[in-house]
Every structure is written in structure tokens, then in C-alpha cells.
């Protein structure tokens, strides 16, 4: 068996949350695989063998491993438990399957068009807050605040409600936080609770009365043979669309941005051909991640991979972000270009777990983009990015850009 060299770097640093990818080279170029120290577990660099690994059926989700969660945290959180034991991420391989079955066609390219006004209507009436011509935050005021009022909308939370579901979904993000404090985890439980009987009555409701174009409703009436989603996986459903459909589009809409400013022929060519926006969120998923640690999966058996083996029930690291900047993957992959054709979209996920919301993603970043280009047919940096210390991914606090709508 491979003797792997041990590593460590420090995450946290500032000039790795400004710009990991010199540390990424340097660890790709030097091994394909090491031990991190930190993770307790084999971290790997290299595209061919991260893809490898996300496709590998041994590699699981589920820290468990189908266990569950401990007894004291059932009867402390059993509403919490509930929620986390119906998502997708932890359901064994059978009942994820089946969800998946039910949920892909409401969630498909052509079914998300539907929400299309409702999320131009989001994002216009966002804009119209903004001054003719000054410096506005693009982050705290713009991508922060677009994809958990689009996800509200499509489900037609009421409009009383909608600070409610807000605070349910970050106070569900901010447990998805490793090594969090428990009085910060109790904390965040009474939004949560909360949040789960907004979903509840509107599920009830919703049963009585569907709506038409609405999610919620599409959601209960997905079936297949007579199978349909239990209120216990539909809440899971709205929790998971709220963590993963928030965060990745507004951190992924925050570099894009930048991306753009930092490539001054990149905005100028977005900007001849609006219809590059979505290619554009593409590229920069693959280019500038978003993400600040690797991807972590924990071996369902203990087996093998090039020679490195991996024990049951301990984790494996992928750091996809050094993947997709692989020259082996793409021979000019630091570069950025928004045409590039893309054989996939492996920043969302591969295989079964793939991400459900990646469709709804990509038209809510493509409209954002678009809107904020037509509105403004002048933007640059007003300073630097203002980055915060969240422990998974490098968010902008801050994106301060100066505006105008005037070309001169």
C-alpha cells in the first residue's frame, strides 16, 4: 500500500481565501494524493481521480453510514432529526433513488422555465433600490438577497411569512457548519422549528387549495405508480432547496461578477452576447469555486483506489476546485473564457446526486446577470472584495462596485 505524505495548510488564511489556486498547484503538481492531518483522512487533487471518486458507489454522503443520529440529539432536536433523516443526503441508496425519480421532472430545464417572471420580478425590483450611478453593495443587497426571495416566491410563501423562511433557511445553513458550538447549533433550533411549520401549514393548505405554477403543488403531486412524497420528505425537500439553492447561487453570482470585472474582454464579450450569462456562471464554477474546503465522502466499505486504502466508515477528501483547474482536465484551464463548451457541469455534482436545483440555479444567475448588465451599462471595482471567515466556503461579505446608468 501507498505510504502518503502527510499535509497541512491553513484554510483560513487570507491570501488562500483571496486566491487558494497557487496552493492548489503546488499540492497537485507535487502528489496526486497526501494524508490531511486536520481531516483525518486521504485528500485528492487531481481530476482524473476526484471524478473517479465522485462516481465510486463505496463513497457515500452519510457520516452514519446509515446509523442515525444519537439518541440524545433525538430527544433534544427530534424536529431537527426528522428534517435531516428525510433529505437526500442521508437516505439510503434505494429511497434516494425513488425521490429522485419523483422529483427530476419538476425539476428539469424545461420545467423551471415556468418561474422565469417571477424571477426577473425578484431581481428587477431589487435593482430598482439601487442609485442611477454610485457605489452599491452587490453582495449584501444583491446576490445575497435574490435566491432565498426566488425560492419563497416559486413555493408562494405568503408575503408575512417571508422573513420567517428566511431566518429558517440560514439558521439551517449555519448548522451545516463543521465543529459549531453547541449553544450556536441550540440557537439556531427555534428558527428551524419554526420554519418547519411555516412549511407544514403551507403543504396542508396547498393540498386543499393547489395553485397553478407553483412548486409546492407540482412537489405534492409528483407521483409515480401511486408513490408520492410523505409531508416529512416534502419539508426536507424545501429545507435542502433552501440551503443548497441559496448559497451556491449567491456565492457563484458573486464571482461571476467579479470573474467579469477581473477580465475586461470576458464582460465586454458578455455584454455583446447576454446570452453568455449562463455559460458564464459555468465557467466560473469551474474556474473560481466558490468553496474553501474539499468535498468529503466516507467509505460505506473499506476498499482500495490506486493503490490507497480507505476504511470503512472514514472520510475521503476531493478537492474539486484544484480538479477543474487541472491541465489534464483542460491543457488551458487557467484560463478564463465564457464561450468555452462545456462537456458537463461537474461543479453541481455527478451521478445520483447531482444537483436537483442546478436548472433553477442556472436561469436565477443567468437573469441576475443580465439584468444587472442591462441596468448598468457602466460597472467597476469600488474595492476590494471584503471576505468573510465562514469555515466551508470563501464568501464575499462584501462586493463594493461603482455604477452607472450612463454609458459616458
Sequence with gaps: MTTLAPLRFDPMDPSYTKDPYPTLARFRENAPVYYWEQGGGPIFFRYKDCIALMREPKLGHDPTLGAGFPA????????????????????????????????????SPRAVEVHRPKVKAIIESLLDKFPREGVIDISSDYTRQYPVRVIASVLN?????VSDFIAFAESLIATIIPGLPPERFAACMPPVARGMALVREIIADRRAHPMENDLMTQLINACDAQDRLSDPELVSLVAGLLVGG?????????????????????????????????????ETLRYNMFGRMPFTRYATESFSYADVPFERGKPVFLFMMSAFRDPEYLPDANVY????????????????????GASLARMEA????????????????AGEPVYGNHPIMRTMDKLPLRVSTSAA
Design 366 to 381: 443567468e437573469i441576475a446577470l443580465q439584468s444587472l448588465l442591462a441596468r448598468y451599462p457602466k460597472i467597476e471595482l
Design 157 to 161: 410563501i405568503p408575503d408575512d411569512h
Design 246 to 282: 441559496t448559497d451556491t447561487t449567491y456565492h457563484g453570482t458573486n464571482q461571476t461578477i467579479l470573474s467579469l470585472l477581473e477580465h475586461p474582454d470576458q464582460l465586454a464579450l458578455l455584454r455583446a452576447e447576454p446570452s453568455l450569462s449562463r455559460n458564464a456562471f459555468d
Design 337 to 356: 473564457d465564457i464561450r468555452r463548451q462545456h462537456t458537463g457541469t461537474h461543479w453541481f455534482g455527478l451521478g445520483p446526486h447531482f444537483c436537483l
Design 72 to 107: 440524545e440529539m433525538r430527544a433534544a432536536f427530534p424536529d431537527f432529526v426528522e428534517l435531516r433523516e428525510s433529505d437526500l443526503f442521508m437516505v439510503p441508496p434505494e429511497s434516494h433513488a425513488r425521490l429522485r425519480k419523483l422529483l427530476n421532472p419538476t425539476f
